[in-house]
């Protein structure tokens, strides 16, 4: 590819609204456009990278034995209203009418389309395993879409569908697609872990999470200090340690006490001389249902993802001041379990064995002293429901926890007969017996790997691509665009490159080394290969390498060997 004809339309400025390095640099670069929010063209540039990714993925689920196909994007509503999900999956699916009214989505994910044709065409316990695969765009009205690739509303994702004769069998899946899993990122070049997490509204049991450590990552992964342990684990779902025992100490009478303009766990804690943990935090929550009073220790956050799933509920949200003042009679920041009616209270164990404790008073500018939980109160629901952090000690083997920013690239669900019950999807047994189908899904987001590879990999001057991944691996170019022998000798190399199989671009443009140069660093080929007059009048030409910098000079006739071999050390 000569750059004179690529379409790379770099920038200097980018818009306020890229806040993450990848969004800045691939918008740099000239890889991405945006179309509309969370929607994105993806340049030449781009889609190579795309291409490569998905060849990757493309070769290990098939050394596992997925089998790729395509499903379609148009799906009627007549399937989601058998699974379940019309109704539960709110505001995210993309929903549209035909021109007869018909309720149809866009595919934000595929279980019901492939449940409904793995039910119509697989009949036989000989059939299976049976893995499905395809790559295509989804769709989902994301709440923020933002950081450009990382979280947009049209996307493109790896899916696979499992069908399993039995438990025992997705397991063997399951562990067949983690070791898939781990082959794609690795071959990608990225620095990733594998974490539990929660399985959130797809329903399911066992999950993991494949994250790329990086800084402006949405979730938080806390993983264990020591690396032979390997504990890794989203905070949404890391399970806290038993409480300890019920504080000793003689158990005394409960006062109520004003305390003016303390409405924070600190202020309060400050204006009793007392201490964060000793206060009971009570935060109300409105669910489609009721009105919930989570209770954690003052020195600890709510979990909202453990609260939601132990609730059962489809929305869960903080209480407006309104509902506050409905429920406690007293603005926010004064309530309290004591004497609370009317709503379900759902306290943290830790709460449970505290003694002569501090809680608000459901009354304006009041607080109690000297609660005791069981005495004063008694929660409809005990159990764990707080938010996990750094430096706690690892449930595995005690060593402290330590935490990274995480992008989630895949997940991998178990989900046992979730939709082949729902949509009574079954095949035979050797007894002739119906069974419904046990499955699983793996998905991987494509652009949203490609991103996360730029967060992981840039400089100052831009991207630095893992050269499994990169658009192309070398750029070739003359120092100076009007001397012909450089120029010459530069398209001359060029040519070679590629008759060996080398992905080469050559930079024929006529501007400045400067320029060329700048505009290789940002779009991040791994090697650039430049012809100088220095150079050339002893017969050599200076290799570069991007991640390193590292500068050597070659022999003319030798540089195919050397680039090949400089790539081969990058891989
Ligand atoms: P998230 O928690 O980030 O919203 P998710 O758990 O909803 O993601 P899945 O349903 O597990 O995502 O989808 C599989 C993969 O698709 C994810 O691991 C992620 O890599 C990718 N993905 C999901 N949502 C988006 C999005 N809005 N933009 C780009 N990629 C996405
Ligand atoms: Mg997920």
Same mark, same amino acid.
């Given at each position: 590819?000569?750059?004179?004809?690529?379409?790379?339309?770099?920038?200097?400025?980018?818009?306020?609204?890229?806040?993450?390095?990848?969004?800045?640099?691939?918008?740099?670069?000239?890889?991405?456009?945006?179309?509309?929010?969370?929607?994105?063209?993806?340049?030449?540039?781009?889609?190579?990278?795309?291409?490569?990714?998905?060849?990757?993925?493309?070769?290990?689920?098939?050394?596992?034995?997925?089998?790729?196909?395509?499903?379609?994007?148009?799906?009627?509503?007549?399937?989601?209203?058998?699974?379940?999900?019309?109704?539960?999956?709110?505001?995210?699916?993309?929903?549209?009418?035909?021109?007869?009214?018909?309720?149809?989505?866009?595919?934000?994910?595929?279980?019901?389309?492939?449940?409904?044709?793995?039910?119509?065409?697989?009949?036989?316990?000989?059939?299976?395993?049976?893995?499905?695969?395809?790559?295509?765009?989804?769709?989902?009205?994301?709440?923020?879409?933002?950081?450009?690739?990382?979280?947009?509303?049209?996307?493109?994702?790896?899916?696979?569908?499992?069908?399993?004769?039995?438990?025992?069998?997705?397991?063997?899946?399951?562990?067949?697609?983690?070791?898939?899993?781990?082959?794609?990122?690795?071959?990608?070049?990225?620095?990733?872990?594998?974490?539990?997490?929660?399985?959130?509204?797809?329903?399911?049991?066992?999950?993991?999470?494949?994250?790329?450590?990086?800084?402006?990552?949405?979730?938080?992964?806390?993983?264990?200090?020591?690396?032979?342990?390997?504990?890794?684990?989203?905070?949404?779902?890391?399970?806290?340690?038993?409480?300890?025992?019920?504080?000793?100490?003689?158990?005394?009478?409960?006062?109520?006490?004003?305390?003016?303009?303390?409405?924070?766990?600190?202020?309060?804690?400050?204006?009793?001389?007392?201490?964060?943990?000793?206060?009971?935090?009570?935060?109300?929550?409105?669910?489609?249902?009721?009105?919930?009073?989570?209770?954690?220790?003052?020195?600890?956050?709510?979990?909202?993802?453990?609260?939601?799933?132990?609730?059962?509920?489809?929305?869960?949200?903080?209480?407006?001041?309104?509902?506050?003042?409905?429920?406690?009679?007293?603005?926010?920041?004064?309530?309290?379990?004591?004497?609370?009616?009317?709503?379900?209270?759902?306290?943290?164990?830790?709460?449970?064995?505290?003694?002569?404790?501090?809680?608000?008073?459901?009354?304006?500018?009041?607080?109690?002293? %000297?609660?005791?939980?069981? =005495?004063? /109160? !008694?929660? $409809?629901?005990?159990?764990?429901?707080? *938010?996990?952090? #750094? +430096?706690?000690?690892?449930?595995?083997?005690?060593?402290?926890?330590?935490?990274?920013?995480?992008?989630?690239?895949?997940?991998?669900?178990?989900?046992?007969?979730?939709?082949?019950?729902?949509?009574?999807?079954?095949?035979?047994?050797?007894?002739?017996?119906?069974?419904?189908?046990?499955?699983?899904?793996?998905?991987?987001?494509?652009?949203?790997?490609?991103?996360?590879?730029?967060?992981?990999?840039?400089?100052?001057?831009?991207?630095?691509?893992?050269?499994?991944?990169?658009?192309?691996?070398?750029?070739?170019?003359?120092? %100076?665009?009007?001397?012909? =022998?450089? /120029? !010459?000798? $530069?398209?001359?190399?060029?040519?070679? *490159?590629?008759? #060996? +199989?080398?992905?080469?671009?050559?930079?024929?443009?006529?501007?400045?080394?400067?320029?060329?140069?700048?505009?290789?660093?940002?779009?991040?080929?791994?090697?650039?290969?430049?012809?100088?007059?220095?150079?050339?009048?002893?017969?050599?030409?200076?290799?570069?390498?991007?991640?390193?910098?590292?500068?050597?000079?070659?022999?003319?006739?030798?540089?195919?060997?050397?680039?090949?071999?400089?790539?081969?050390?990058?891989?």
């Amino acid at each position: 590819m000569k750059v004179s004809e690529m379409l790379a339309p770099t920038l200097r400025e980018v818009p306020a609204e890229a806040e993450v390095i990848s969004h800045q640099l691939l918008l740099k670069a000239g890889l991405i456009r945006k179309s509309a929010a969370g929607v994105y063209n993806l340049l030449p540039l781009a889609w190579r990278v795309v291409r490569k990714i998905e060849q990757i993925i493309r070769e290990e689920m098939d050394r596992q034995g997925g089998q790729e196909l395509m499903l379609p994007i148009l799906q009627s509503a007549e399937l989601w209203r058998e699974s379940g999900r019309w109704d539960v999956y709110g505001a995210e699916l993309f929903r549209l009418k035909d021109r007869h009214g018909r309720d149809f989505c866009l595919g934000p994910t595929h279980e019901e389309i492939i449940t409904a044709l793995v039910k119509g065409e697989v009949n036989s316990y000989k059939q299976l395993p049976l893995l499905l695969y395809q790559m295509q765009n989804k769709y989902r009205d994301e709440r923020r879409p933002r950081f450009g690739l990382l979280r947009g509303r049209e996307f493109i994702m790896k899916d696979l569908y499992s069908f399993d004769y039995d438990q025992a069998g997705l397991d063997v899946t399951y562990n067949k697609m983690y070791e898939a899993y781990y082959n794609v990122f690795t071959r990608c070049g990225l620095n990733f872990r594998a974490v539990v997490a929660d399985s959130g509204a797809i329903g399911g049991k066992d999950t993991h999470e494949f994250m790329v450590l990086a800084e402006s990552g949405e979730a938080n992964v806390l993983y264990c200090a020591d690396q032979a342990c390997g504990y890794a684990v989203n905070d949404e779902r890391a399970e806290a340690l038993a409480a300890g025992p019920r504080e000793d100490g003689p158990v005394l009478a409960t006062e109520k006490i004003h305390t003016p303009d303390c409405r924070t766990v600190a202020e309060v804690a400050a204006f009793l001389k007392t201490s964060p943990e000793r206060i009971i935090k009570t935060i109300l929550y409105s669910t489609e249902k009721e009105t919930v009073a989570a209770l954690v220790r003052g020195d600890r956050e709510i979990n909202e993802v453990k609260l939601y799933n132990i609730l059962g509920c489809v929305r869960l949200e903080q209480a407006a001041p309104e509902t506050i003042l409905a429920v406690t009679g007293a603005r926010t920041g004064f309530a309290g379990p004591v004497g609370l009616k009317g709503v379900r209270v759902v306290a943290d164990q830790e709460v449970m064995v505290l003694t002569n404790a501090v809680c608000g008073a459901n009354e304006d500018e009041q607080h109690l002293i %000297n609660v005791n939980p069981g =005495r004063d /109160f !008694a929660p $409809a629901l005990i159990t764990d429901i707080r *938010l996990v952090k #750094a +430096g706690e000690p690892c449930p595995d083997c005690g060593a402290t926890l330590l935490e990274a920013r995480g992008i989630e690239v895949g997940q991998i669900f178990k989900l046992g007969d979730k939709y082949s019950k729902a949509m009574n999807a079954t095949f035979l047994d050797e007894k002739g017996q119906a069974r419904f189908f046990i499955m699983g899904c793996y998905g991987i987001g494509v652009t949203r790997t490609m991103a996360a590879a730029v967060e992981q990999n840039y400089d100052e001057r831009g991207i630095i691509w893992p050269v499994q991944i990169a658009p192309y691996q070398v750029a070739v170019m003359p120092v %100076n665009h009007k001397d012909e =022998r450089q /120029f !010459a000798a $530069a398209e001359h190399i060029y040519r070679q *490159l590629i008759e #060996a +199989g080398v992905e080469a671009v050559f930079d024929d443009r006529p501007e400045r080394a400067g320029v060329k140069f700048k505009d290789a660093d940002l779009v991040g080929y791994p090697l650039r290969v430049t012809v100088g007059d220095k150079g050339l009048a002893v017969s050599q030409v200076e290799l570069v390498v991007r991640r390193t910098g590292a500068m050597n000079m070659i022999p003319l006739d030798g540089v195919v060997e050397a680039v090949q071999t400089a790539l081969n050390s990058l891989a």
